[in-house]
């Protein structure tokens, strides 16, 4: 019996070589390579605004009203450059992302205007709680002399990637690096035409199961926002591959750079693509829970309600998911008009378990805005305190056409291929085997049957 498993084994091993060997990151994987380097995915990010329906009973303590306005689409476009290969068997790049606006998928123009909390003057009057009251007193003067009040209405082109404001102008020059971007201020100015930092992950020709596995970024093996070492590492993927031969069991950790910190997806349910089985990973309550909720989480306060991740540290907003789904139910207290849902708002990621390739992605998130009355600062009115939501946006995109097929037949359909006609080899051997067996016992048995004939 162990003979028979060991030759199984060293039948089935050339399938999954083959299948190792086309996963590798390498340019002689012509398909691989291709999806790496150049995702064939179209992705796409849908943009929801809050639309604030009451400012002025708002200002004055009433609980906020919004509406959701959107989705503004935009064509999310992909491309590593700077592409690095070491002698350790890892690889650098940087990988740069631009934003392109669909009107046929959007409901709603760039032109359209919405009214959001003005993040200079309440976002500031939050960080200045704890100044003297002659600070807060001059900086409300400050906001004044610039004419800027506790909110915004202006078009959503001008919201995501920036409008002129002689505050920030201001600010730029006597206070430089307090903004995230030098030039017009808007809450993704700093994510079109820019890249995601250096990024050095595992090649996978020394080890498959570090493959695609971020070995530092910018230089860094470790971050330095968070308060403890668990909370400062630098898990996973870059968060487009993981390693192959997924089980049930496994997770999907990747770094975001765009959150500051690693997270962890969890394994949910089975299904399938196209003909291609998938494993569906969402985010678990943990994720965003807070310390009190969950200990390992402790390094990322200051911490307030669970669901809510406070990256003020690196980007002053708080991160959540849309309508503060899976977070504490007080926050929706707070705030009329949202309805949280998991098929609308839960994030997932469908991978291929076999090869570790995402098949369908739908990473769902929230920016946030924390509130209140600052003494000194009347802009800030009489602001009962709250966790703000601003907008919500998601980055999505699915294996389609001639991509599936390619990826079909190249990773999936080929190894298993291989594989069955190494079981079919396999039977057809014991089958000759057999058959010489037999054949060799009649060839005995029938002079011995003739010896007895003509003994009679």
Known sequence: VELMHCNLILWILPGVMT??????????????????????????????FFN??????????????????GPYVYRKRLQKQNITF??????????????????????????DVVTIPNMLVLGAAVMMDNMPHAVRLLLSATFKSFKEGPFLSKSVG?????????LVDFLNKWFPGMLPSTGKFGLFSEFNNSNTGMFTVHTGKDDIRLIHK????????????WKTPQCNMINGTAGQMWPPFMTKESTLPFYSPDACRSLELVYQREGIMKGIPLYRFVAPKTMLANGSDYAPNEGFCPCRQSGLLNVSSCRSMFISQPHFYNADPVLLDYVQGLQPTED?????????????????????????????????ITETGKISEVVMPMIWFEENGYMDGAIVKTFHTNLVLLPMVMVYMQYCFLVLGLATVLGAVLLHYSGKVRPLQASMVSAR
């Open 19 to 48: 299948l190792v060997l086309n996963l590798v990151i390498d340019p002689e994987n012509e398909v691989s390579y291709t999806m790496w380097k150049d995702i064939p995915v179209p992705f796409f990010m849908s943009v929801y």
């Open 52 to 69: 604030i329906l009451n400012p002025t009973e708002f200002l004055a303590g009433e609980r906020p009203m919004v509406e959701q306005r």
């Open 86 to 111: 070491h002698p350790n068997h890892t690889v650098s790049y940087l990988e740069y992302r631009s934003y392109f606006f669909e009107p046929s998928m959007s409901v709603g123009n760039e032109s």
């Open 158 to 166: 001008e919201l995501m990637w920036g409008y002129d404001s002689k």
């Open 214 to 225: 971020v070995n530092s970024w910018n230089g860094l093996t470790k971050l330095i926002y």
């Open 344 to 376: 609308e708002h839960g994030l997932f990621i469908d991978i291929h378990p076999e090869t570790g390739v995402p098949l369908n992605v739908s990473i769902r998130l929230q920016l946030n805005l924390y509130m209140k009355e600052v003494s000194g």
